[in-house]
């Protein structure tokens, strides 16, 4: 194909940056589990250190890792990618590269936990300012713009309370402001959103979750936009060693060449769930973009390509109630993270949001009785016949007064 640009979705998930390894014809990327390269002479070695193309030591590129770079900075319309070894260490390097002390960024306030947390305990040892703001009204960020603004960090949908963030808006302001603008697309992949040709400069992804998708690796990863902004990340990335292993890279282009298949069946799983979970007596609320009544449904049509696989709601009876539940679920498995083939179920505010103080997780709007349910690729009939179990149990036990 000679441009798998241009192709499809799925195509490009699985050819994207990808070739037949020259020497040995292996269709899959091998594994180049080594620490370090040999160099035909000292010449070439300094060739090498001084920016000729090659390879020199695994934390500076390794070529199992530079091919899914090559893949996600392909889905993402990106310049290039960094692997990283987890989502957090590609978040701190996006930080260490931005923020210097009295440099202030603007962040969304319900950001995944420790996204929030090392800014208001790490960094702020080292005089980053940050302001926390809904960033569902973009007006929100604009008016937090300060001239020391250097970085506009954005997470959209928001976990857990999916809430979007105008992502074109948001590039605007950071650019007005002389700022950069980060995206977590880890809750759409790439597979339904591309914040950089919406105008952000950088994405991040959590590849621990959709894009691996089988709950067996942690792994992270940054792209830019442009080659300066990479080139500046990565001088930062691979001297504070958050970097990716080749094995580690290996099991997620392995997991992610089925990304597109996952995600469309997940999502008809979440959006039939959302569904039923509307209907449902024993729910109080239910959030999931892909509803109308969702208060961002036309945004998540505008910039998405669709609402994706995770569903918030409460259930009636309170955090009693909506303890019975979870510890009513037999298919569904209580843990936290979510994008992997199996459904998981979890309670932000007693697990994956604890370290967020109540008033805070009151203002970012993490209500306690919040259930997350990342829906996986089961059969749809199964999951809501073990969702109804555990309505009836919870409920059950709510009438005893248990
Ligand atoms: C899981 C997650 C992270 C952190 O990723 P790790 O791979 O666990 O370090 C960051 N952002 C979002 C939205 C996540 O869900």
Redesign the pocket.
């Known amino acids: 194909m000679d441009d798998v640009r241009r192709a499809g979705p799925h195509t490009r998930i699985i050819h994207g940056g990808q070739q037949t390894d020259l020497e040995t014809g292996a269709v899959s990327t091998p594994i180049f589990q080594s620490s370090t390269f040999a160099f035909a002479d000292a010449e070439q070695g300094a060739e090498r250190f001084g920016g000729a193309p090659g390879y020199k030591y695994t934390r500076l590129g390794n070529p199992t890792v530079a091919a899914l770079e090559r893949n996600i900075a392909l889905l993402e319309h990106g310049y290039g990618a960094l692997g990283a070894a ?6 701190n390097t996006v930080y260490l590269t931005f923020l210097s002390q009295d440099s202030h960024a603007i962040v969304t306030d319900c ?2 936990g ?2 929030r947390t090392i800014l208001e305990t790490e960094y702020a040892r080292f005089g980053v300012q940050v302001t926390f703001v809904d960033s569902s009204h973009p007006d929100n960020v604009a008016r937090a713009v300060r001239p020391n603004t250097k970085l506009i960090f954005i ?1 959209s949908p ?2 857990p309370t999916l809430k979007l963030t105008d992502i074109a808006r948001c590039a605007d302001i950071a650019h007005r402001a002389g700022a950069i603008l980060a995206v ?1 697309n ?2 759409a992949s790439p597979f339904l959103q591309n914040p950089l040709q919406l105008g952000a400069d950088v994405v ?1 992804h ?4 959709f894009i691996n998708g089988h709950t067996d690796v ?3 990863i940054i792209v830019a936009r442009q080659e300066d902004v990479l080139e500046r990340l990565r001088s930062v990335h691979v001297n504070l060693g958050g970097t990716m292993d080749p094995h580690q890279a290996w099991l997620v282009l392995r997991g992610l060449k089925t990304l597109g298949l996952r995600m469309e069946r997940a999502q008809a799983n979440a959006r039939a769930l959302a569904y039923y979970l509307q209907r449902h007596a024993a729910v109080k609320w239910v959030n999931y973009p892909g509803l109308v009544d969702h208060p961002q449904h036309d945004l998540m049509r505008r910039q998405m390509r669709g609402p994706g696989a995770i569903v918030c709601f409460g259930v009636r009876g309170g955090l009693e109630a909506g303890r019975r539940f979870i510890n009513s679920v037999e298919l569904a498995t209580l843990a936290v ?3 992997g083939i199996e459904t998981l179920i979890e309670h932000p505010a007693s697990m994956t949001h604890a370290g967020v103080s109540a008033e805070e997780r009151r203002k970012a709007g993490i209500a306690d009785d919040l259930v997350r349910i990342a829906v996986g690729c089961e059969d749809y009939d199964d999951l809501e016949k073990d969702l109804e179990q555990a309505f009836e149990k919870a409920m059950a036990g709510e009438e005893a007064g248990v």
């Open positions: 987890s989502g957090m260490a590609a978040i950001v995944y420790p996204t997470e928001a976990n977590d880890t809750f991040i959590s590849m621990t979750k942690v792994a992270g993270s979510l994008g």
